[in-house]
């Protein structure tokens, strides 16, 4: 590797970051964007040759830094994400979910609100007696910058409100962007429509933001002191007597197939719109099902996204190669011929498992149709058989983890069938792809979140031997960092500044940090409130403790088979002790709810009627209560349905419970006034 290659790379880099401040700051490109994405594919091309890495990557950073002079508000109401949908099994699933989820008859159809999914900037707008008091970007979700001068100078958005239906506080929530024709009149100083509506609205002067024509469609609301409205539709026509712009796409439809034919005849009509849009968005029309439905932990129940049809293209399996996840999972991965798909360039798609190989006959060498739908992994959705040399032969899975480890394939307790996934043992950190894999996930966004220490810097120190177990990354020698190609003493710098502020962390981030199969975030969660703090968690070491985390409502058999199988292992105790001298692990204080259940524990038995267990589990936690699996002496109400379960009944009768039925309940909760 020559001196005059990494120097060649260094000023690319610089030369990227130049392109960048004038692009996403100054909102004023210097380079076409053939010319700024011929510069990214060059950086791109010299990291793969040369094994270059450096936080300034455009394979790990996208932009340029935000402006520090916008504040930032949270949210009074999170702006969540939406699940997506993309086709009609899709469709028929999420219907099914709502329909076991509110107890409904299996042949209940929902009235939807159909609106189009704008491929805009979401903004919020706070208004308070009929005035615009802030408006705000979508941020994280849980917070977001303070745009409301910029906002002020579109004119879809009203800054003062008279009407008397108009509640006295509420946010109402849009979509910013631009419109086709107009983006025409600005195209050279911008990629796409959608930069042209961000880069616009986080301009410093907001009579620049003035001079790029933004329009904004109204169609939901996050908080509100007051709500008149039943349905979303409805909403809707109170949006347009407000004077906010609403789609006039939008339409009330029921069924799932009335569903597909309207996203059928959209879809058609996409590019003859006024503004860009990827989809359709389905909410269930009456507010008071959206109200039991409520939310998972990054989106709505009651809505989804329907995406557009996928791109295709067809290309060349080049080579497959199985890669290793952290839970053990072998997934072949297609090493294909790069093929632009939809403006993307691919080079992998995901085969999914060992019987997907066999069932679809897929081979190195085969000529194949590869899809990438929306944000999913592109994946091989057939082979031209016709097209296949003669002397190909058919691709071994093997049975071997490449760490060495025989393979297993698990019998599924639920499906009662053997799973297609072939796994490397459960023994964590001993197999050295699972460990690296780890790794990745101890640094990543929603565990320790140390910004700078990516994929590819994992893979890079993993490589250097600088890493091998998580309690490895607090001893980095930062000296040693900043002689690397690509590195240097800022770099190094920012690293252990960013790691240091790892350090502290809440109970469930910990949790979920060590990767332990099934336990994702939700049940990290919910195990750190059950416990409380880090030395109740580490008496998990003892295995008879772990079965009381089996009183948790959401924790099953399936969470403490893994549990136990992560505690047995010493590498992975020897890891936890490490890290718990280094790290300041916080307790988990959750903000207590107010309601009929404050600090009461319940449990259910028995089938409930027209109600699920998983809406009255919500029912009960929106009332400050907790829901646990057993019956014990700590219990303080049992709730009874059909067919109770008499050993339950028998245990809290002699624990002095107080048990109630089915319209006992339903009265305290007030569920059916």
């Known amino acids: 590797m020559s001196s005059s290659s990494l120097k ?30 011929k510069l990214k594919r060059e950086i791109l091309e010299l990291e793969k040759k040369h094994g270059f890495d450096d936080t300034k990557s455009p394979s790990t950073k996208i932009g340029y830094k935000p402006s520090k002079k916008f504040q930032k508000f949270k949210h009074k109401v999170k702006m969540l994400s939406l699940s997506n949908a993309f086709n009609q099994e899709d469709l028929i699933n999420f219907q099914k979910k709502n329909i076991n989820f509110l107890a409904l008859d299996k042949n209940y159809e929902f009235e939807y609100s159909a609106e189009p999914k704008i491929d805009g900037i979401s903004a919020s707008l706070n208004y308070k007696n009929g005035k615009l008091i802030r408006g705000l970007s979508r941020g994280d979700g849980e917070e977001g910058e303070d745009i409301t001068e910029n906002l002020k100078t579109i004119r879809d958005i009203p800054l003062n409100v008279s009407h008397p ?32 509506a961000s880069g616009s609205l986080r301009q410093k002067d907001p009579n620049k933001t003035k001079l790029i024509p933004l329009k904004f469609i109204a169609y939901t609301f996050g908080f509100t002191s007051d709500m008149k409205s039943k349905n979303q539709s409805d909403f809707i026509k109170d949006l347009d007597k407000w004077n906010f712009k609403t789609s006039e796409l939008n339409k009330t439809i029921k069924g799932v ?64 190669d199985i890669q290793v996840g952290r839970t053990g999972a072998l997934t072949p991965v297609a090493k294909v011929k790069p093929v632009n798909i939809g403006g993307v360039m691919v080079s992998n798609a995901t085969l999914h498992n060992e019987d997907e190989i066999i069932r679809k006959d897929i081979r190195i060498g085969d000529t194949v149709k590869i899809e990438r739908a929306g944000d999913v992994i592109p994946h091989v959705i057939s082979v031209d058989k016709n097209l296949r040399n003669s002397n190909i032969k058919k691709f071994t899975f093997p049975k071997k983890c490449p760490c060495g480890y025989d393979t297993i394939k698990e019998f599924n307790e639920v499906t009662k069938k053997i799973d297609a996934v072939r796994r490397c043992p459960d023994v964590g950190f001993d197999c050295n792809r699972i460990a690296k894999e780890k790794l990745k996930h101890f640094v990543s966004k929603d565990a320790l979140n140390i910004e700078g220490l990516g994929k590819k810097v994992i893979e890079k120190f993993w490589d250097l031997k ?85 009183n948790i409502d959401g924790i099953g058999g399936t969470q403490i088979t893994s549990l136990k199988n992560f505690f047995k292992n010493n590498l992975n105790l020897k890891v936890i002790s490490s890290l718990s001298k280094i790290l300041f692990i916080e307790k988990n204080i959750t903000k207590k709810k107010g309601g009929v259940f404050s600090n009461k524990i319940l449990m259910f038995t028995g089938k409930l009627n027209n109600i699920s267990r998983a809406e009255a589990k919500s029912i009960v936690e929106n009332n400050g209560g907790k829901i646990v699996s057993n019956v014990s002496k700590k219990l303080d109400y049992l709730i009874t349905g059909e067919k109770p379960t008499s050993r339950k009944v028998k245990m809290a009768n002699d624990l002095k419970v107080k048990i109630l039925n089915q319209t006992d309940f339903e009265k305290i909760s007030k569920l059916r006034q």
């Not at 946010?171 to 911008?190: A, L, S």
């Open 257 to 320: 197939d009335n569903l597909v034919k309207y996203h059928f005849d959209i879809e058609k009509r996409r590019f003859d719109l006024k503004y860009d849009i990827d989809g359709i968005v389905y909410k269930v029309n009456d507010f008071s099902l959206q109200k039991r439905l409520g939310f998972m932990a990054t989106a709505p129940r009651w809505a989804v996204a329907h995406k557009f049809s996928a791109n295709y293209s067809v290309t060349k399996i080049i080579d497959i």
């Open 466 to 550: 600088f890493i091998k177990l998580p309690n490895d990354i607090f001893n980095l020698n930062f000296e040693k960092i900043s002689k690397l190609e690509g590195w240097g003493s800022q770099s190094a710098e920012n690293l252990k500044n960013s790691i240091n502020k790892s350090k502290k962390l809440k109970l469930d981030r910990f949790i979920y940090s060590l990767g332990i199969r099934h336990i994702g975030q939700e049940n990290a969660k919910l195990i750190s409130e059950f416990l409380g703090n880090y030395s109740n968690f580490i008496k998990l070491k003892d295995q008879k403790n772990i079965e009381d985390l089996s």
């Open 165 to 196: 239906d108009f509640p006295e506080e509420i946010d109402i929530r849009g979509e910013v962007f631009i419109e086709t024709d107009d983006f025409k009149k600005i195209e050279k100083d911008f990629a796409n429509p959608r930069n042209a």
């Open 8 to 37: 060649d790379y260094k000023n690319k880099l610089n030369l990227l970051e130049k392109y960048n401040k004038f692009y996403y700051q100054d909102q004023k490109p210097i380079v076409s964007d053939k010319e700024f994405d």
